[in-house]
């Protein structure tokens, strides 16, 4: 079975018509998984006996036409959103050895339509990186080109659907977590508005800006996947109540829709790599044909890096404040208390990890709070206000999503604000809010994958939806690493 030829939409039409079984497909994954992640890494967790298990009962619930919107399909989970009875470690050696107690909203919402969990993918520990090399573990590597990184904090998310170990994934996106690694691996990847789906059973890095999103092979999957994922949950305060729309059925009615499109010029003025803005630049001349292309300024967007690594590392100071070996995970060997915690998140974090807390905890701390938090807040307001006005006059906006394609593995590991800078075209969408979806546009000369970002108002992700349908169609690329066809 050529994996390479399934998006989760066709094998589904597949697997209702008997071409084969789930179980065929499950082993198949697995078998993927076997000859592909020992170079890749993108597992933390493979999950093979209960897929293998659930594939048969979903064959057994084909059989007497019990249905489910993802009977029997595959699908990854990054290792910082909780399946119960499974580990969720983070990437971190503090959890090392926790096993969920229960599920995250979206787990039972994929598992109550027939998904099959077959692993836990690797991130960057506690999801704070843009890399994958902060893992607790090992790092993940680009399957494009195994010396590159996969991208972050969802790297392994992206690195396995890239590479067809399984069907899809779901990663989470506090400040590019899941657009960057989609970008880097060739893949689509989304953060919906913030509230769309539920971040009950996610493990907070900072609340105010993460959100759950899929991560799939192709834009029509983001729709399907992103439906049944997304819709209140009174289970998370800030999960909002709306009218969810289909998502599928509107991307396809839209298919030829005309729309009015910002250019942000802080955006294309900045530093990018030469050959990521020839390549949009030779598809924003494409989408003239249909579409009004107009500049557009946010004017506050040099602020938002250094907002984000004040607001970010503050919430997540206070997140993280709970491991301290009493509740969680590992628990150090000491004499009191007090050199139990010490010994215990000494241990148990590692360095970016720790870098948050002591950024955090400063720009927390008495006296400094006015200067550098509230300072923050304010700022990200200004960001926001521009994505406000500009979506006055625009229907969505494009942008790189990345300034370079995939670098090195230990190219900016020991420089903390290079790497944060890889993701200066995606934090702005976390600080204000609104959905952006990574969709490929083509490959680098090196033959590394490139990737446009559509950004939209909050709560109109099907519009970003729309739009990256349209360039998908346009492009008609299929983008399939080497190291694939080759095993
Ligand atoms: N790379 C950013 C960070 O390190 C964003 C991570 C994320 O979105 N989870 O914080």
Redesign the pocket.
Same mark, same amino acid.
């Given at each position: 079975m050529d994996l390479t030829e399934f998006n989760i939409v066709k094998t589904l039409e597949l697997l209702e018509k008997r071409k084969f079984s789930s179980e065929e497909l499950v082993k198949e994954s697995l078998n993927y998984i076997k000859s592909l992640d020992p170079k890749i890494k993108a597992f933390l967790y493979v999950n093979e006996e209960l897929a293998l298990t659930l594939a048969k009962q979903a064959d057994e619930k084909r059989k007497k036409r019990e249905g489910g919107k993802l009977l029997g399909i595959p699908i990854s989970i990054k290792d910082n959103i909780c399946i119960k009875g499974l580990p969720t470690t983070c990437a971190s050696k503090i959890l090392q050895n926790f096993i969920a107690p229960y599920s995250a909203e979206v787990c039972e919402r994929l598992s109550r339509e027939g998904a099959i969990f077959i692993g836990k993918t690797n991130m960057?520990e506690f999801?704070?990186?843009?890399s994958t090399e902060n893992s607790g573990f090992f790092p993940t590597h680009n399957p494009w080109d195994l010396e590159r990184v996969p991208g972050?904090?969802s790297g392994g998310s992206a690195a396995a659907v890239a590479s067809r170990m399984g069907l899809g994934s779901l990663g %989470?996106?506090?400040?590019? %977590?899941i657009r960057?690694p989609a970008a880097f691996c060739g893949v689509v990847g989304m953060k919906p508005t913030y509230g769309l789906v539920s971040r009950f059973g996610l493990v907070a890095?900072a609340s105010s800006l993460d959100q759950i999103g899929p991560i799939a092979t192709t834009v029509e999957d983001t729709a399907y996947l992103l439906q049944i994922i997304a819709g209140y949950d009174p289970k998370d305060s800030t999960s909002a109540p709306i009218e969810i729309p289909d998502y599928v059925k509107f991307i396809k009615e839209n298919e030829k829709t005309s729309y009015k499109i910002g250019l942000p010029k802080e955006y294309f003025e900045s530093e990018i790599d030469l050959e990521i803005t020839k390549i949009l630049m030779e598809l924003i001349e494409k989408l003239k044909k249909r579409h009004k292309i107009i500049e557009i300024s946010l004017p506050h967007t040099e602020y938002a890096v250094a907002t984000y690594y004040i607001i970010?590392p503050a919430e997540a100071s206070s997140n993280l404040a709970r491991y301290d070996g009493v509740k969680y995970g590992f628990r150090a060997e000491a004499k009191n208390l007090i050199e139990m915690y010490k010994k215990t998140r000494a241990y148990g974090f590692g360095k970016e990890v720790k870098r948050r807390i002591m950024l955090g905890t400063y720009a927390l701390s008495a006296g400094y709070y006015d200067a550098f938090y509230l300072k923050a807040s304010k700022v990200r307001t200004l960001i926001l206000q521009d994505f406000l006005n500009a979506f006055k006059e625009i229907d969505l906006i494009l942008t790189p999503v990345t300034p370079t394609p995939p670098f090195k593995i230990g190219e900016k590991i020991f420089d903390p604000l290079q790497m944060?800078l890889?993701?200066i075209f995606t934090?702005p969408v976390?600080l204000a809010g609104v959905p952006g979806i990574s969709v490929p546009v083509g490959l680098t000369s090196n033959n590394l994958p490139v990737g446009i970002q559509v950004i939209g108002p909050h709560f109109k992700d099907e519009l970003v939806l729309s739009l990256a349908y349209q360039i998908e169609k346009e492009l008609d690329l299929k983008l399939i690493p080497p190291i694939v066809n080759k095993s």
């Open positions: 960057d999801a704070m990186g843009s972050g904090s %989470s996106d506090t400040g590019g %977590s960057q890095f970010a944060y890889s993701d934090i976390n």
